[in-house]
């Protein structure tokens, strides 16, 4: 029977919002409550720290890396079955974990499987609400990342409260049945009727001669078209980015994973210390969209990679507050700044990487970001657990989580300066070049011909003419356009001279 589609921005859209922001609370808000099971998971495997840090470690992993594969899905069977088939794995990896008989089997379960179903209902149902709303959009997505905040503040409770009575076994096997509620999310998810054309299905081409070479070949291509290496090694802004977030990353899901037992080994409470970590997800529900409000305002445009540092940076100064004491009063302190820090780069951390990268390549550099983001979430907690055995000192992973922070913030901050000074220096020569052929126009004459060369305007500088907002074209672009100017060839020729290039456009 024919399926009746949705309209976008109607009535169903803030439905699916709703399920959008329940769906958010449910995956992204989890890994944040693995650390109430940290020390009940130690005693009943007899296992270091390190070996139980792997949990969390996979499952963050899973989570990030499975990105480009959620999006193979999402384009074959659409983001209303996708959505319900990362339910239905959440749930199974959940519902397995509570069996499992050693950790090598909660790595597999309520690491990988659980990490997967968690990243298809994420990120299907981000997808689903870029679909649904058009003029509304940012407001769409301030709310629903509210969900992630209500998540962080009841998993840590719900989880420290079935703890009591069900022991981590039984709370595992609960857990499994509340990521069932995502089937639900995605059941709400209509199709949504959109304004873009239906592409035309040309013929396959024959067969290769050689299988093998031919499913290498399809694999680059699938490779190229999800992950963007080409911008990896051309954008130096985006390669800045990408390295300065894997640095910090090593440092900064650390206090969500050891809060909790390092509360509890200064003597805290086992319910205030899981209190913690729901101060810092109720702070996030009103501070988060503040943030988001802040950094989206024409007034703070030009200073975001600036202040998505300075986040990183505060961030790794508040962990030595940490360090320094395990008292209660210091820590809901510690909590309060934190989530400060954390609001500022969660509302940035996106936003950031659009100003870096161009929207139309913003999928493919996203996807390679989030692979990238996916081996340094596998490996900061096991790093952080290793560094506890050999010191016994909950104090040295805070420690170390501030010196990945400062560092990787330090790193961007300087980085994206000098790249802002090394791209007004190029305007700057290209200005003078511009008024030297005004200067030689006057003094030859208005009526003296000069030879002109077609410039294509795409992406590189701004017109220092200011003759319309369009951008000076890059020496790698072929395009042409009935926007392109006559310049004069002396100008071009400095042009050339002052930015390297080797022809003309």
């Known amino acids: 029977m024919p399926q009746a589609l949705e309209r976008a921005d109607g009535s169903w859209a803030w439905v699916v919002l709703l399920a959008t922001m329940v769906t958010q609370g449910l995956t992204l ?41 959620c999006s193979i899905l999402v384009g074959r069977f659409g983001c209303r079955v996708t959505t319900m088939l990362g339910g239905v794995l959440a749930s199974l990896g959940m519902v397995a974990s509570s ?28 997808t689903v609400l870029g679909f649904y709303f058009v003029r509304r959009r940012v407001l769409a997505n301030a709310l629903a990342s509210m969900g992630v905040s209500l998540g962080i503040t009841l998993w840590p409770l719900l989880s420290r409260y079935l703890l009591e009575d069900l022991g981590w076994r039984g709370t595992f096997l609960v857990f499994g049945g509340v990521f069932l509620h995502c089937c639900i999310c995605g059941a709400i998810m209509r199709p949504v009727a959109t304004s873009v054309a239906p592409e035309t299905k040309e013929c396959p081409p024959p067969p290769p001669e050689t299988p093998a070479l031919g499913c290498v070949a399809a694999c680059g291509r699938t490779i190229q078209r999800h992950l963007a290496f080409d911008i990896l090694r051309h954008n130096t802004g985006y390669c800045v980015y ?92 510690y909590c309060l700044v934190y989530s400060v820090s954390m609001s500022g780069i969660g509302a940035l951390v996106f936003q950031v990487l ?69 791209e007004q220096g190029k305007r700057a020569v290209v200005a003078d070049a511009l008024e030297q052929d005004i200067f030689l126009e006057a003094k030859d004459g208005p009526g003296k011909q000069r030879s002109p060369v077609i410039m294509c305007q795409s992406s590189c500088l701004p017109c220092p003419a200011g003759f319309n907002k369009h951008l000076w074209g890059c020496p790698a672009s072929s395009r042409t356009s009935h926007e392109c100017l006559l310049w004069p060839k002396a100008v071009l020729q400095a042009k050339q001279r002052a930015l390297g290039w080797n022809s003309p456009p």
């Open 242 to 333: 990408v390295l300065g977030v894997m640095w910090s990353i090593l440092g900064f899901p650390l206090p969500q994973v050891f809060l909790v037992p390092y509360a509890m080994w200064h003597g805290v409470d086992e319910q205030q210390a899981a209190l913690l970590i729901s101060i810092i997800g109720f702070s996030n529900i009103f501070l988060r969209p503040l943030a988001g409000l802040m950094a989206g305002r024409p007034a703070f445009a030009s200073h975001r990679k600036y202040l998505f540092s300075l986040a990183f940076l505060l961030n790794g100064l508040t962990n030595l507050v940490c360090a320094a004491s395990g008292d209660f009063w210091v820590l809901v302190g």
């Open 354 to 422: 659009m100003d870096i990268v161009p929207m139309d390549q913003f999928p493919r550099a996203l996807g390679l970001f989030t692979v990238l983001d996916g081996f340094a979430f596998l490996i900061s907690p096991p790093l952080a657990g290793l560094l506890l055995d050999a010191t016994n000192n909950f104090s040295y992973v805070f420690f170390m989580s501030s010196f990945f922070l400062i560092s990787a913030a330090l790193f961007m901050g300087g980085s994206f300066y000098a790249l802002q000074k090394k």
């Open 29 to 69: 808000g989890f890994p944040t409550c693995i650390g109430i099971f940290f020390t009940d998971l130690q005693w009943e495997f007899q296992a270091s720290n390190s070996q139980t840090s792997w949990i969390p470690s996979i499952l963050m992993a899973v989570l990030h890396m499975a990105g480009p594969l």
């Open 99 to 126: 069996f499992s008989r050693n950790l090598s089997q909660l790595y597999f379960t309520a690491g990988f499987i659980t990490g997967l179903g968690m990243c298809f209902s994420f990120q299907s149902s981000i």
